[in-house]
């Protein structure tokens, strides 16, 4: 089964930018869709950005656009989320993800049910 490692996180400052990292541990993982998802204390893991097999397509959520950018390098088995004008509501453990049910597919989901293979999180905070 693939393994998914996030690095990257630490804590920043308002108006910051920070990159996170995701390493898989196959190259199979080229064939799926793969996202960023986040949680913050006593909150639901919500969606942030995912990207599509061939890194062609991306979604992000409404809070992120403009500031997150998800890309991929599947040579390298890479996924990457830059993050700029980094703010406190940003702060959260942040989750790499890949669905591993649908090979090849067009369409990235956004519902964390979507995905089944997960990584351990690494965690971003931003003071004010």
């Known amino acids: 089964q693939v393994q998914l490692v996030e690095s990257g996180g630490k804590l920043v400052q308002t108006g910051d930018s920070l990159r996170l990292s995701c390493v898989a541990s196959?190259?199979?993982?080229?064939?799926?869709?793969m996202a960023w998802f986040r949680q913050a204390p006593g909150k639901e893991r919500d969606f942030v950005a995912g990207i599509s097999p061939g890194g062609i397509s991306s979604v992000y959520a409404d809070s992120v656009k403009g500031r997150f950018t998800i890309t991929r390098d599947n040579a390298k088995n890479t996924l990457t989320l830059q993050m700029n004008s980094l703010k406190p509501e940003d702060s959260a453990v942040y989750y790499c993800?890949?669905?591993?049910?649908?090979?090849?597919?067009?369409?990235?989901?956004?519902?964390?049910?979507?995905?089944?293979?997960w990584g351990q999180g690494t965690q971003v905070t931003v003071a004010p």
């Open positions: 993800a890949m669905d591993s049910n649908s090979p090849f597919t067009r369409v990235v989901p956004n519902s964390q049910e979507a995905y089944n293979t």
């Open positions: 196959a190259r199979t993982s080229s064939r799926y869709s």
